[in-house]
């Protein structure tokens, strides 16, 4: 599993002081906004005052009679400023149409001139370099539900956590090592349950919602997975927005540790691909774990989740020991706060 470096990082974050373009156009929009709510307005008075008259008309035809010229004449000019009001409103949501594509367009320019370009890797065995995605490709979609094997730490991708302070002085697992099996017994999670009890999971997942701000492990498509890797895996994760709602609703997730000199990227998700983080305040509130059973947990001094089995959980309750699967020596266990310790997901 290769670590980044994580030195520096508040260095390169925008001052926020490059948004006047998009500002003005904004309220160029609200205005116009305001412009058609009371255009439409004028047009339901007069349509309303247009159908009192002729009603006043109709029912002065039922007695025999007809309408006066006074009300003929004022019906008229309802039907002419009828005519120009709706051509003006018509004109007018075409116009804050225009607005809102410009506005999407410049904020999408500016997106993609901050995107990063390239950046580089530093491996747990040694240093890698991988090309990062164009800029137009910053933000990703995917649902997070697809059923690839879940990532080890064997030979991947792994971000160094800088500011998780335990010494671990473990080998890093082989490259050629095997992906994970997944441990044997009761407490296997993803065992043969059944397509029916995976399915039934999985629904109940995406009905968990989130809040901006919440701490979250995201299942991340990888940007240039390893041969023989998973191309999705587990990062520690901050929720920064939420886009739509019911079904559709999907979130942006900020990954915590980007790689040197690099924004921080974000990736949009559904709730299936997303496992809630516990406050640091909640911990005593978290279930024991059972030894043997099989987690995802966040590998030290990384932002990376990976498969591993729990040999057992400190007197406090707030460090469980793990033993990741595809470590060099097999008998290697990590200590891992409890609240990172988490359910496991394939």
């Given at each position: 599993m290769s670590q980044r470096n994580r030195s520096g990082r508040g260095s390169n974050r925008n001052n926020g002081s490059g948004h006047g373009e998009e500002v003005q156009l904004w309220e160029s929009a609200k205005e116009k906004f305001h412009e058609i709510i009371s255009g439409v307005n004028q047009e339901n008075d007069n349509l309303a005052e247009l159908l009192k008259l002729d009603k006043k008309a109709a029912i002065a035809s039922m007695d025999g009679g007809k309408p006066t010229g006074s009300d003929l004449n004022k019906m008229e000019q309802n039907c002419r400023s009828g005519v120009k009001l709706s051509e003006n409103n018509s004109n007018n949501i075409k116009t804050l149409i225009e607005q809102l594509k410009i506005l999407k367009a410049v904020q999408q320019a500016k997106e993609a001139t901050e995107a990063p370009a390239t950046t580089t890797t530093s491996s747990r065995t040694g240093s890698s370099t991988r090309n990062r995605d164009a800029a137009a490709a910053a933000l990703y979609d995917f649902d997070g539900a697809g059923d690839s094997p879940v990532p080890s730490p064997i030979g991947g991708n792994s971000r160094k956590f800088g500011d998780r302070g335990s010494n671990r002085d473990s080998m890093p697992p082989k490259a050629d090592s095997v992906e994970p099996q997944g441990s044997t017994g009761s407490n296997t999670a993803g065992s043969s349950s059944g397509?029916?009890?995976?399915?039934?999971?999985?629904?109940?997942?995406?009905?968990?919602?989130?809040?901006?701000?919440?701490?979250?492990?995201?299942?991340?498509?990888?940007?240039?997975?390893?041969?023989?890797?998973?191309?999705?895996?587990?990062?520690?994760?901050?929720?920064?927005?939420?886009?739509?709602?019911?079904?559709?609703?999907?979130?942006?997730?900020?990954?915590?540790?980007?790689?040197?000199?690099?924004?921080?990227?974000?990736?949009?998700?559904?709730?299936?691909?997303?496992?809630?983080?516990?406050?640091?305040?909640?911990t005593h509130n978290l279930a024991k774990l059972e030894a043997g059973k099989m987690v995802l947990g966040l590998y030290p001094q990384t932002t990376a989740f990976y498969a591993a089995d729990v040999v057992g959980t400190e007197a406090d309750g707030k460090t469980v020991n793990l033993k990741f699967h595809g470590e060099n020596d097999s008998s290697t266990t990590h200590q891992v706060e409890r609240r990172y310790v988490l359910e496991f997901r394939p």
């Open positions: 397509a029916l009890g995976s399915s039934a999971a999985s629904a109940a997942r995406s009905k968990v919602s989130f809040s901006k701000g919440d701490k979250v492990a995201f299942k991340r498509k990888k940007d240039e997975p390893q041969q023989g890797e998973a191309p999705y895996d587990w990062i520690l994760g901050e929720v920064v927005g939420v886009i739509g709602e019911g079904k559709s609703r999907r979130y942006k997730c900020l990954d915590v540790e980007p790689e040197d000199n690099v924004k921080p990227k974000e990736y949009k998700t559904f709730a299936s691909g997303m496992i809630p983080i516990p406050p640091e305040n909640q």
